[in-house]
């Protein structure tokens, strides 16, 4: 942990080094005085970002951070480097470090890095560490500064999953087709390898709930994600798929956290799969969006399946933005996600959807204000309905409460 936490600083020193350089004298990306416009190291553009949130409420402590008392353990910082290396090869690499109470811990791990080649607008090739596409926002749902939330719709992209939602190694082929009757298509398809790191949510919970330690989690994944850009001038559909199939060797299971009383080491076979969809109208300060999300799971210990039939969950989300000003954007989202979890894997037998613990709505009102092209605040509020995600046993030991208010504030810095 100590040496988590030197890293961490680290990073968050480069960041804060990178802000004094650009406060300085900022180039815009142009050519420095004197510089030949076609100088090879004029092809790389560096960026980082740095976000510090502060979360209060009632009712049950969310994300594994204390709210009820109020926190400030919720950090997150990265700096990026890409290039255009010829003319259809580009390349990047992002160096990411989060803290959100409990999880994260202020690691800092590649979050991608990629090799892009484009040989025809119909066809590009991806490899390397790359951002699987899923929905609207989950190729930049860790990029704070693209969207107006503090936090999108965690029935759709739970930020304490992180490490499993956004990563792949491996590769994608895309592409854009302009079509007869009107609009256009891209495409992505992909496939490769995914897991869970050691500082996500998961790990946290399954340790929490059935004092079972996870070892390394991995499996194969592939999917593909298609958007139609309609002929209705900023209105577009989509469709996004993925499967999964993680695998856990070796994972101890102490005689005194299980009901059959004795030490067991788990072989946990998992499998996921995810159907998205997807529609969004943006059009002069307005900003409309929803999606709606199929995602069933099947889970084995030792190859006897927990629940034969499986389980599913499904999250659907409607939200609206408004550009007041130049400055001032103001927003609002209701989102309702129920079924079972996945790391709720034992009580599936007892799905109820009345019960608070089988579902969660989420009633969000939200406001940013851009300062300036380097620094902007958020401020949202959460009126939340049952307990179906983000609430931990740990930091909830009395057991939950059905009703959940949370107020948040960010700032945040790019450059």
Known sequence: MKGAAQMHRILLATILFSASIAMAGDTGGDVAAGAPANAFWHRFQFHGNLDQSVVYGSGNNYLTMNTNDGSAKWSEGSVNLSGVITENFHAGIQIHSYMMGQIGRGNVKIDWAYGDYRAKSWLGFRGGKIKAPAGLFNDTSDTDVTHNWVLLPQGMYEAEYRSYCIPVEGGAIYGYVKLPVGGDVTYQLFGGWRGVTVNDGSRLLTYQLYGIEQGADAGYTYGG?????????????????????????????PANANPYGIPLVLKIDAALSRQIYSVQYERGKLELAAEGKIEPHWVANNNVPVSP?????Y???AMGAYHVTSKLTAGSYFSRVWGTGFNDTFHWYLYDPSKPQFYSNDTVANARYQINR??????EGHYIDGDLAAFFPATNPHGLQKVTRLGIARVGFVF
């Open 225 to 253: 994600d298609v958007k139609w850009r309609t002929p209705i001038k900023g209105f577009t559909a989509g469709v996004s798929f993925d499967n999964s199939r993680p695998i856990i060797y070796r994972a101890p299971w």
């Open 309 to 313: 039939t499986g389980s599913v969950r």
């Open 374 to 379: 380097f620094f902007y605040v958020k401020l």
């Open 315 to 317: 999250a659907w989300y």
